[in-house]
């Protein structure tokens, strides 16, 4: 009796202590070089921007890091899809979020609050995504259904640019202001991190991820050249 | 007029250079001023840069003034508060419009925090009610304001085009930015303006491809978007383009596209400097920009008026040299021939042209007395310089022939009678031209009917017997003259018509082969002489058509003898070719020295002799016309010691016709009579005969023989005897039918 209580006992501690093949999360940090920690002067005039002389100049109110994904690829296959709408409000000469990440079969609507009428477009993908105007209070809806990195532009005002990425695993996540992300769900596995910023990819790292939770650092370099 | 046309070539091709000149000029200078010109726009360019930053620079100044202003300050001071937005937004509207009472600007805003609307003023007012909450957080320079940056930018709205400044807005205490003021003006006609009064070009934008203002109207202006899209990349890349040649209609231009910095500059935003191409570029614009002032200020008039002066008068002379005075002297010479003072124009005087005139001239003259006075052969030639040649010179070579006769005959023993001259022959003979060919014995008294023209009255006396078959002269003996034997033919312009056809040189022969004695291969028989009949005194040529009579010329009766039995009429004077204008020719010369040497008896030239005169054709006919006319006996005393010309006998001429042709033994007997009769005269003259040979002479002449047939095509080939300059010589004269 003893020993049959014994085994079961040594059984229920086996079946409590040997854990099932459970998704972990990869957490880290980005930073970004001080070129790209504030938007960049993106006209060039005849004078370049002077700074007051009586305030130090103010954080930007759109941080940076509102515009980096971080991805992970590969891995156990993992495909998904949704088919809700999310919106992209075009206000006030900008866009926001100017960065956009989606799933595959993501209607996206872009949503025109302002008082101009702006051209929407995206310059690499002109078969689906033309020039249209949009008018004031109208929308525009695109659903996207193929993984890619559609960027945007409006015709009339040349600062306005957005990105959309859309993606089939939902192992993604948007840092926040002081750069740190968390990716819930990730199977043990091998993957490759992936930083996009505005739609362009910065940085790039080989990750594999085991039964436990991992820290990935990412330390964006400093680009030769503007992003833009 | 050869000096004349090479002057009129000259005066040719310094016009066309000179208007290639005027053509060419102005290709360096039009190049150096288009690179004037494109560097000045260039300059215009820089200053037109420069005037826009500086106008920036005043803008960002304007909206740091504006930014600092307490009541704006106080009023975004509260919003960010959260008061009561409405009011605010009135306090700071009242404010805006204070300040742009002043300033006339396209439009100030003034921002919160968050970069919304809190007041707007535009200059036409439209719209700045609803203004109110609108964002403009999106555009670059004002997000820079909003952090504490002084910016300035350039849009592109709608169809119109704004250069902006921002500056942010501190709070009265100085501690935290409270919102920013945005103020803007229109790059437009007023803009323009301006700029074009600073920099002296027309200035005009363009947005889009689209023409938005200009300082002037121009057609020009819309070729422009054309040619920006095509140097757009050029624009982009080096921040402005190069020259462009614009044209529209009569409008020329230098255009210079740059882009606008800012935003707008990504929307093809552009400000194009026009300055207007210097006209007077080209011959023609040369010409149209030349003014009256340019022609009279140091102008070179002077030289100008040399230059053509000279021209003038150098054309002038060389008109008066090579054909006013030539046709002058003509004009005189014809008019003494027409006054009877001179028989004959002297060609000699005269060059070129008038000359020829003058010669042909003296050919009718000469063709007109003949048909007076006698037969005329068809297609005789002009006369010869020889009929000029002094009398003086004439005589002297006539007197050497006379001594040549005089000593023969008083080596025969016969008495040598100098008959007396008649008063007129001196004239006669000065004035008498020696025809080509044979000469037509004539009666002295002949030339008594043709006082005027003289010269052609005595010239009318010499013929063509063979109808202007060429002659040419074997000069030289055998010894030594005959082993530089050489055929001349008579020079083109003094040969007759029908024989400006022949070739007018012949090869030189080569030296007489000397060859041991022997028997001559004679020639084969010909089939057409073979075939021959025998020629009666009534019967024409065989092979040929009996001739009808052609009236004046070999069918006429002969002139009738002198008087008392006169002896014929000398000619004198030998024929000079042109080439050797002192050089006697064959023409005409040595048959009377032949005859004297050897006078024919008529029995020689007797129908049924047994020689044929197949061989002459319709040239023999008419020898043998003529030498019905003549006496029966000719002999050398019958002749004055000026003789040096004397037509060939009529025996002689059909002994001649018939010895040129027949068969071999009648070539070997006319061989060995051309040899007896040069050897006969070389003693006459003087000469020695020792190495004159039979055999080494005959073989010349069959050689010669052969040659002339062979150039020129003809049956047979004549030779005769004559004297040139006192020695014995040769010619040759081909037989064509």
Known sequence: MRIVTLLGVLVLCAATTVPARAAVSVRGTVVLPSALRAPPERSASFWPRIENGILPIAPPPVSPMSEVVVVLEGGPTTTSSWAGNVVMEIVGADLSPRVLPVLVGTTVEFKNTDRLTYTLYSPDNASFFAKEETPPGKSRKIKFLTPSVVLLRVDEFPHMEGAILVMQSPLYARPEDNGHFKIEGVSEGHYKLRVFLRGNLVYEQSVDVGRVSLEVPVKVPAPSRRTE | ?737
């Open chain 2, 1 to 737: 007029m050869y000096l004349t046309k090479v002057w009129l070539f000259v005066l040719s091709f310094a016009l066309a250079g000179a208007l290639a000149l005027a053509l060419l000029v102005p290709r360096p200078a039009v190049r150096e001023l288009e690179r004037e010109e494109s560097l000045r726009l260039g300059h215009v360019q820089h200053a037109a840069q420069l005037l826009l930053k500086v106008d920036a620079r005043a803008k960002m100044d304007y909206a740091s003034h504006l930014a600092a202003d307490a009541f704006l300050a106080g009023a975004l001071e509260e919003t960010a508060r959260g008061a009561s937005d409405r009011a605010l937004h009135q306090t700071a509207l009242e404010r805006l419009r204070v300040f742009n009472e002043r300033l006339k600007l396209a439009f100030l805003v003034v921002l919160d925090t968050h970069g919304r609307v809190l007041a707007r003023v535009t200059e036409s007012g439209e719209g700045d009610a609803h203004a109110y909450g609108d964002s403009m957080a999106g555009f670059p320079v004002v997000a820079d304001a909003l952090r504490g940056y002084r910016g300035e930018d350039a849009f592109a709205i709608g169809s119109k085009l704004y250069r902006v400044a921002a500056s942010p807005v501190v709070s009265r205490a100085r501690d935290r930015y409270v919102g920013a003021l945005v103020i803007g003006m229109e790059a437009g006609g007023e803009l323009a303006k301006r700029m074009h009064e600073s920099l002296d070009a027309d200035v005009a934008f363009f947005l889009r491809g689209r023409l938005i203002a200009a300082s002037a109207s121009t057609p020009a202006l819309s070729a422009l978007p054309d040619l920006l899209a095509r140097h757009a990349e050029e624009a982009q890349k080096n921040g402005r383009t190069g020259a462009l040649a614009l044209e529209s209609g009569h409008q020329r231009f230098w255009a210079m596209a740059t882009p606008i910095a800012g935003e707008a500059a990504q929307q093809d935003a552009y400000y194009v400097l026009l300055l207007p191409r210097t006209e007077g570029t080209g011959l023609g614009g040369f010409l149209s920009a030349t003014t009256g002032e340019d022609l009279k200020s140091a102008f070179p008039w002077a030289l100008v008026a040399v230059v053509a002066i000279l021209a003038l008068v150098s054309a002038m002379v060389l008109l008066w040299y090579e054909s006013e005075g030539p046709l002058g002297r003509l004009r005189d010479e014809t008019a003494r021939l027409a006054a009877g003072e001179m028989s004959r124009i002297d060609d000699r005087l005269l060059r070129g042209r008038f000359a020829a005139l003058a010669r042909s001239i003296n050919a009718a003259l000469d063709r007109w007395g003949r048909a007076a006075s006698g037969p005329i052969a068809v297609g005789e030639p002009a006369p010869t310089r020889a009929a000029q040649t002094p009398a003086r010179e004439r005589g002297e070579r006539s007197e050497r022939i006379e001594r040549i006769e005089r000593g023969e005959r008083a080596e025969r023993g016969e008495r040598i009678d100098r008959p007396d001259r008649e008063p007129s022959r001196p004239r006669v003979q000065a004035e008498t031209p020696i025809p080509a060919g044979f000469d037509l014995p004539m009666a002295a008294g002949e030339a008594a009917p043709l006082a005027a023209p003289r010269g052609a009255a005595a010239s009318s006396r010499r013929a063509t017997p063979a109808g202007g078959l060429p002659q040419f002269r074997l000069d030289g003996g055998p010894d030594p003259d005959l082993d530089k034997t050489d055929i001349n033919p008579p020079s083109r312009d003094r040969r007759p018509a029908a024989l400006a056809e022949l070739p007018s040189t012949l090869p030189q022969l080569d030296a007489i082969p000397l060859e041991p004695p022997m028997a001559l291969p004679l020639p084969p028989p010909r089939r057409d002489r073979e075939q021959r009949p025998a020629v009666g005194p009534g019967t024409p040529p065989l092979g040929l058509p009996e001739l009808p009579p052609v009236p004046g010329r070999g069918l006429a009766p002969p002139p009738p003898a002198a008087a008392g039995g006169a002896p014929p009429p000398l000619p004198e004077g030998r024929p000079e070719s042109r080439s050797a204008p002192r050089q006697p020719t064959a023409l005409g010369l040595g048959v009377a020295d032949f005859l004297g040497a050897q006078p024919l008896q008529p029995s020689a030239a007797a129908p049924g002799s047994g020689v044929s005169p197949a061989g002459l054709g319709g040239g023999a006919r008419e020898l043998d016309l003529a030498a019905t006319t003549l006496p029966s006996t000719t002999r050398p005393e019958d002749f004055a010691d000026k003789t040096l010309v004397q037509p060939p006998s009529n025996d002689l001429v059909s002994q001649t016709v018939r010895e040129g042709g027949g068969s071999a033994r009648e070539l070997e007997s006319y061989y060995r009579k051309i040899y007896q009769d040069f050897v006969d005269l070389k003693r006459k003259c003087g000469e020695p005969t020792e190495n004159v040979t039979y055999e080494k002479f005959v073989a010349k002449l069959k050689d010669n023989r052969e040659q002339l047939i062979r150039k020129f095509g003809c049956k047979s080939v004549r030779f005769q005897v004559y004297v040139k300059d006192g020695r014995a010589a040769l010619k040759a004269t081909p037989v064509r039918e």
